[in-house]
């Protein structure tokens, strides 16, 4: 079953991690996949592994901080493809943000908002006139558990936080032109970009005690969300923030009950 079959999909942050397994799920859906990565080395990588299993998928360098980059994005894709029919924004940053807020400078504060929050602001802005175009369309943004008050990173809650808030915003003004907008909320997902965070020290991922499961999660878990809400399958599905943590929110929950 090609749940996603003549969809033509945009991945921000598809060179690695979290995105490239939404890109490798959605091509084998059926999708067209454009791989969107400021890294030139790991979004060909993303292309090569998906055209190796049979999908189609092509390659666009972009910063989404940069809004001459998404333009070009979104028009080079319509130019190719003939339409956009689904936008995942999984384009983040997450290092350098455990300090307490008076010790955060204006420097990583903005460097944090520009990609987290700004670039999907960027990405929604060139892309939704071609989805009004095309009569419908699916936005899927990645947020965090964060966005939800799990953990201490201030600046990288506050982006999630509001990149959840942009998507109801959207699901909002949209829902009556057929296009969706959803966010998944990620707990611990073990990617090259955590595994980075916790070698340097600048992020403690939650312990496998404080999960539901015996587990991290995978990219390829918060893949399987995002083809869902992608999908036709979830059509009557907008403004939610799907929480994929392996209940991690919940247990903490329960444990500040207790306490």
């Given amino acids: 079953m090609n749940r996603l079959q003549g969809k033509v ?36 990588e993303t292309v090569e592994l998906i055209r190796a299993a049979g999908g189609t998928a092509n390659f666009q360098q972009v910063d989404v901080t940069k809004a001459e980059d998404v ?14 029919s689904v936008l995942v924004n999984n384009a983040g940053i997450s290092s350098g943000d455990t300090l307490r807020i008076h010790e955060v400078t204006e ?27 095309r009569g419908g369309g699916s936005i899927v943004n990645i947020a965090s558990a964060a966005a939800m ?19 109801r915003s959207i699901a909002f003004q949209y829902g009556e032109y057929n296009i969706r907008a959803n966010a998944i909320c990620p707990g611990p997902v073990d990617t090259p970009m955590s595994r980075a965070a916790r070698a340097n020290g600048t992020y403690k991922q939650a312990p496998i005690v404080d999960l539901c499961v015996d587990r991290r999660g995978e990219p390829e878990d918060i893949a399987y969300a ?26 903490r929950a329960e444990q500040f009950r207790n306490n």
Avoid: H
Wanted: charge should be negative; glycine fraction near 14%.
């Fill in 149 to 167: 008050g799990m953990g201490p990173r201030a600046a990288y809650a506050a982006s999630k936080g509001g990149v959840a808030s942009l998507t």
């Fill in 226 to 251: 995002a083809l869902y809400l992608a999908s036709d399958e979830s059509k009557y599905v907008t403004s939610d923030m799907m929480l994929v943590d392996g209940g991690a929110m919940r247990l």
């Fill in 107 to 133: 420097e990583a504060w903005d460097r944090i908002m520009n990609v987290n929050l700004k670039g999907v602001f960027f990405c929604c802005k060139y892309v939704l006139p071609a989805m009004l175009e």
């Fill in 9 to 44: 999909s945009i991945i921000t942050g598809a060179g690695s991690g979290i995105g490239r397994g939404i890109a490798e799920k959605f091509a084998e859906e059926g999708s067209i996949v454009v791989v969107a990565d400021a890294s030139p080395a790991g979004g060909e």
């Fill in 71 to 84: 333009e070009r994005l979104a028009q080079d894709t319509i130019e190719r493809y003939g339409e956009i």
